[in-house]
């Protein structure tokens, strides 16, 4: 079967999607859908390209468990053909992968918080230029989002359910 691709972006992907990546890895391997489903997470700007991410994202999602271990690099266009879905973090990064999307792209776009009905986010603030709780609010905003965004995608059959 061939596995459902999920590109996860932010700004300078050394932040949110590297830690939106962490958290769905780590999702999926628990709901034993390895086999289904595939992670990745890109930038709007390839300024960061190469580097780990950020000292303070890996320190705050490593007291929750999680491993980052992404190296930043900016979308591609290829990533709209090669991808099932990609998952903004915020209405500028929406504008911006919607003005790089190709016509005939394959990739789904959405916003992230479209899956927090609950705690009502609107988007998954750019932590880059704040303090620790910064940091921590973007890891409670990402484990709501994530295992919706994985309900969802198992209700509409785009995933197995196990
Ligand atoms: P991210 O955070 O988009 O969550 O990775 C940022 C990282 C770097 C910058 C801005 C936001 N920057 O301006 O370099």
Redesign the pocket.
């Known amino acids: 079967m061939n596995k459902y691709k999920i590109l996860f972006v ?9 830690a939106a990546e962490a958290v769905m890895r780590s999702m999926v391997e628990s709901r034993r859908l390895s086999d289904a489903v595939e992670v990745d997470s890109a ?1 709007i ?1 390839g ?2 390209e190469g580097e780990q991410a ?1 000292p303070r994202m890996r320190s705050a999602a490593f007291q929750r468990g999680y491993r980052l271990t992404s190296i930043s690099r900016p979308v591609r266009p290829d990533d709209f053909h090669s991808f099932d879905l990609i998952v903004g ?1 915020d209405n500028s990064n929406m504008q911006s992968l919607r003005r790089m999307a190709p016509p005939d792209a394959h990739a789904r776009l959405c916003l992230l918080t479209d899956f927090c009905a609950d705690s009502g986010h609107t988007e998954v603030p ?4 704040g303090g620790l709780s910064g940091f921590v609010l973007v890891l409670d905003i990402l484990e709501e989002a994530c295992g919706r965004l994985l309900a969802t995608l198992q209700d509409e059959k785009s995933l197995p359910t196990r």
């Open positions: 932010c700004l300078g992907n050394i932040c949110r999607s590297p930038g700007i300024y960061h950020d973090m750019d932590p880059y230029y």
